[in-house]
């Protein structure tokens, strides 16, 4: 699987912006899509996942309430829209894929197979 993020860019603090992971498979019905950053110094962190087998959500507590995921599944695509952007959110963000990803994992990043090549999120103050 193949995955090709875009939609980072440059903000002011309370902006938005939406990211796109497009992936290239054929089962995206039966796939976990998740999204992790990392800003410069820190580790990788889960920002948010989608099950689409069941369409469970999940979402980092530090983005609750501001960003969401949502999927095209004519495009197998997913999507992270994000708003009341901060400072703190500044990160490289990667879209990330897996077909064994448990309910209790999805926050974990090694659980994840496929990793998209990260776009750059800066959000000014």
């Known amino acids: 699987v193949q995955l090709q993020a875009s939609g980072g860019g440059l903000v002011q603090a309370g902006g938005s912006l939406r990211l796109a992971c497009a992936a290239s498979t054929t089962t995206f019905s039966s796939i976990t899509m998740g999204w992790f950053r990392q800003a410069p110094g820190k580790e990788r962190e889960f920002v948010a996942a989608?099950?689409?087998?069941?369409?469970?959500?999940y979402y980092a507590d530090s983005v609750k309430g501001r960003f969401a995921i949502s999927t095209d599944n004519a495009k197998n695509t997913v999507y992270l829209q994000m708003r009341s952007l901060q400072p703190d959110d500044t990160a490289v963000y990667y879209c990330?894929?897996?077909?064994?990803?448990?309910?209790?994992?999805?926050?974990?990043?090694?659980?994840?197979?496929?990793w998209g090549q990260g776009t750059l999120v800066t959000v000014s103050s």
């Open positions: 990330a894929a897996g077909f064994s990803v448990h309910q209790i994992s999805v926050r974990q990043s090694r659980r994840y197979d496929y």
């Open positions: 989608i099950r689409m087998v069941e369409n469970n959500i």
